[in-house]
């Protein structure tokens, strides 16, 4: 399926039983309900969907019930965080042939590679698929930025077609823009600027709180793009406490504790990860049940499309 890279790409959990095992069947209501909600596409294996603690084997199960949930009414794109260039390589040809739409792909993992390295590293994986490729900038996470040079360099290829923006700072996609115009299509990688770039020309929105309230974040997104800013800002003030949970080591943790509280999904990680607890927890329990208790109505028009 083709991905346009335009409107809201959650970027879901991975869904495990109590025993650390894959819990698919989960997985794949969660995506449905986000589909049915309105969201543009879907993103598997990144880092709130636990990339790192996955075999690749299990991440091409996620992928396929992923596929599954989907059928074909959006597009899923696959996490691509490996940390040498053979396995990378290897990692997309494998998940081209279980059908994923494209991929999301960071720098190498683990070894922060210096610009040459990088340049190589993402051509090489670019150029062992066929699928369109999201370059997911997170220096704040990952140590590695990429600066507007490389992405000059970078529009070269045609397998580049778009940025997760997640460098924290708002001014950084309006260099891009003034820099490269409409080469790369832009999405907010973070959920508490995401309005605000949304409102500086951003296309989209990879987004983490999604995974608990589709809705909401749907309708934030589109009512910024007809424009209707005021009652875009009044949902998204809502939101934000909620929002603030997405920028924080414990994301998956604050994010599954969400869900598991909205209906969406459960609280199981995998170790070294563990649930919540203490003060910890009850901060966190606070922020949702308030988020919960002062839901907001969402504009009629919006509300019958959702």
């Known amino acids: 399926m083709k991905v346009t890279w335009n409107g809201v790409y959650p970027a879901v959990t991975t869904n495990f039983h109590e025993d650390e095992s894959l819990d698919l069947v989960t997985l794949k209501k969660n995506i449905d309900q986000q589909i049915t909600a309105g969201v543009d596409g879907i993103i598997v294996c990144g880092s709130l969907g636990e990339s790192g603690v996955l075999n690749i ?26 940390s040498t260039t053979r396995t990378a390589k290897e990692f997309a040809q494998e998940s081209q042939k279980t059908g994923a739409d494209g991929f999301m792909l960071l720098p190498p993992m683990r070894y922060a590679s210096d610009e040459r390295e990088t340049l190589t590293y993402l051509h090489k994986v670019a150029d062992s698929t066929d699928l369109p490729i999201m370059l997911y900038n997170n220096p704040l996470a990952y140590k590695t930025l990429i600066t507007i040079d490389m992405f000059k360099e970078l529009a070269q290829n045609p397998k580049f077609e778009s940025v997760k923006e997640s460098t924290g700072d708002i001014r950084y996609m309006t260099d891009m823009i003034n820099e490269l115009g409409d080469r790369f299509k832009i999405l907010s990688g973070v959920d508490n600027l995401a309005l605000e770039s949304l409102m500086m020309g951003a296309d989209g929105w990879v987004a983490g709180l999604v995974c608990a309230f589709p809705a909401e974040t749907v309708a934030i997104y589109r009512l910024a793009q007809e424009g209707r800013y005021k009652e875009a800002v009044e949902i998204y003030r809502w939101f934000y406490p909620l929002l603030h949970l997405d920028v924080s080591e414990k994301l998956v943790q604050n994010i599954k504790l969400a869900e598991a509280m909205t209906g969406m999904g459960t609280e199981h990680v995998r170790e070294p990860r563990l649930k919540l607890s203490g003060e910890e927890r009850e901060r966190v329990i606070k922020i949702i049940e308030t988020g919960l208790a002062n839901r907001p109505e969402l504009p009629s028009l919006l509300s019958e499309v959702l």
């Not at 996620?62 to 074909?72: H, K, W, Y």
Request: charged share 20%; aromatic share 0%; glycine share 8%.
């Open 57 to 82: 084997a299990e991440k091409q199960q996620v992928l396929g019930s992923a596929l599954e949930a989907a059928q074909g009414r959006v597009p899923v794109i696959i996490c691509l965080a490996e």
